[in-house]
């Protein structure tokens, strides 16, 4: 958050865990380009009328809510996700609803491989960042 505000006229960071949503209030009290708000994403109502981009690292049993989310009700130009990377690969496959329903909206691109490693804790699953774009 702190890195995207650098870079950013604004950043609303939505936060649903109690703990982090505390511990990044704490650490970005003074920072006057960041928004915190503590709610669950899927109860969250997107602007309509601003341009912005959404930037994520989602809970992967979410992944599918979340993106749904994010493509049919937001107005964001460009959505950057941290997915499972095999939630990423049902993503691209057009015989699946999702897929479909997904190319219907946005086209999407795998930007950047991540492997378990990167994480703390460590999950048992590769990530991958990717793009949608209108």
Same mark, same amino acid.
């Given at each position: 958050t702190t890195k995207l505000a650098k870079i950013s006229k604004?950043?609303?960071?939505?936060?649903l865990d109690s703990h982090l949503f505390n511990l990044s209030s704490e650490k970005l009290k003074l920072n006057t380009r960041v928004t915190l708000i503590h709610q669950d994403i899927l109860q969250f109502q997107f602007p309509n009328k601003q341009r912005y981009k959404i930037v994520g690292?989602? &809970?992967?049993?979410? =992944?599918?809510?979340i993106i749904k989310k994010v493509v049919f009700e937001s107005h964001a130009s460009d959505i950057y996700l941290i997915v499972e990377e095999g939630f990423y690969k049902r993503t691209l496959d057009i015989h699946r609803t999702l897929g479909?329903?997904?190319h219907t909206q946005v086209s999407i691109q795998q930007l950047l491989?991540?492997?378990?490693?990167?994480?703390?804790?460590? &999950?048992?699953?590769? =990530?991958?960042?990717?793009?949608?774009?209108?």
């Open positions: 604004q950043v609303t960071s939505i936060e690292n989602i &809970p992967y049993h979410l =992944s599918t809510q479909l329903l997904l491989k991540l492997p378990a490693e990167c994480f703390h804790p460590k &999950p048992k699953v590769n =990530s991958v960042l990717i793009k949608l774009t209108r």
